[in-house]
């Protein structure tokens, strides 16, 4: 039997192991589901009570490739939907010295820095923008999980994520000192997967 030919030899060899490797998986991808999407937020008021609102519903997209540690996310929050019970304090909110809604009517917040414990999404570093202004934000997962819906018979992943802000921040000094600076923000979010499961 003739031998190959060495360069024969060598891209038969080449073309054998890519073969053999198995293909690099794509990240799995999610559409926010608005029913179980929204942003909490508290601040202490005169270091007496809590004051306590939400916004939402949130919109976005987010990619995740837990095996390679990456993934995207980017998400939309409408201002003018903040909600605290109380009308005459929603309205104020919105004012031009607070939220300012109505030169501002969406904020972002975008994240390429996600940190994976066990395969599991456990922190994400970003950027917050509010009224025109970004910060860098990061939130911690309390809790994140996966599930097939039996409706839907899609994936849904999602979980409670907590983070701080300054208001001041973002040029929101209305109050000071007496309302307090500091923001907690707790993050409620599930993702409906958007491309077919393998």
């Known amino acids: 039997m003739r031998a190959l030919p060495a360069a024969s030899l060598a891209l038969a060899l080449s073309s054998l192991a890519l073969a053999a490797t198995p293909a690099a998986a794509e990240p799995a991808r999610y559409t926010l589901d608005p029913a179980h999407s929204w942003v909490q937020f508290e601040l202490s008021h005169f270091g007496t009570s809590t004051i306590r609102g939400r916004l939402g519903p949130a919109e976005g997209s987010v990619s995740l490739d837990p095996g390679a540690g990456r993934g995207e996310i980017g998400v939309t929050i409408p201002m003018a939907s903040v909600s605290t019970g ?4 929603d309205k104020h909110l919105r004012d031009a010295e607070l939220l300012s809604t109505t030169e501002h009517p969406t904020a972002w917040f975008v994240s390429r820095d996600l ?3 066990a395969g599991r999404l456990a922190e994400l570093r970003g950027e917050l923008t509010l009224r025109g202004v970004s910060r860098g934000l990061t ?7 996966c599930h097939r819906h039996p409706v839907l018979q899609r994936e849904v992943c999602g979980g409670d994520f907590e983070g701080r802000i300054r208001r001041s921040d973002f040029g929101i000094d209305y109050g000071l000192p ?3 600076d500091e923001v907690t923000l707790r993050v409620q979010v599930e993702g409906v997967r958007s491309d077919p499961a393998p």
């Open 178 to 180: 007496f309302v307090r």
């Open 86 to 89: 109380l009308a005459a304090f």
């Open 139 to 145: 939130l911690t997962a309390t809790r994140y999980a």
């Open 115 to 117: 940190r994976f414990d």
